[in-house]
């Protein structure tokens, strides 16, 4: 897990999200013990109310499940639940801008399609 943050976002939704990527990735699954409030703090050096604003978004949107007295762990079908969101997410922020922009530039599915296919093997260099 990534200590650095960026000035784009509040430090308590990257919290969030930098645990929600964990359990995108595989680093935690469903019914894990995610670390404490406590340890988080120490961990990015940030206020514990930053922390708990973050995790709380988590249990929110029912990703993480609280065990009063045990700790936090991971819900049952986060990762799922995360995925989708994020893929409502890419459709709209990435997707929907790249269609239009297809459209001005009049492309074609099959144009787009070897675009990617180009671009994908570029990153692999």
């Not at 949107?61 to 009063?68: A, L, N, S, T």
């Amino acid at each position: 897990m990534s200590k650095a943050f960026n000035d784009k976002k509040p430090i308590f939704i990257q919290i969030k999200e930098k645990i929600a990527d964990q359990i995108v990735n595989d680093q935690l699954n469903e019914h894990d013990q995610i670390p404490s409030t406590n340890q988080l703090v120490h961990f990015y050096k940030v206020n514990h109310i930053t922390v708990s604003k973050g995790i709380t978004l988590l249990v929110e949107d029912g990703i993480i499940y609280k065990k009063r007295g045990v700790g936090m762990f991971v819900a049952e079908g986060a990762k799922e639940k995360l995925i989708t969101g994020r893929k409502e997410v890419f459709a709209e922020e990435f997707l929907l801008p790249m269609m239009q922009e297809a459209e001005k530039l009049r492309l074609t599915e099959e144009d787009i399609k070897a675009l990617m296919k180009e671009w994908k093997g570029r990153d692999k260099r």
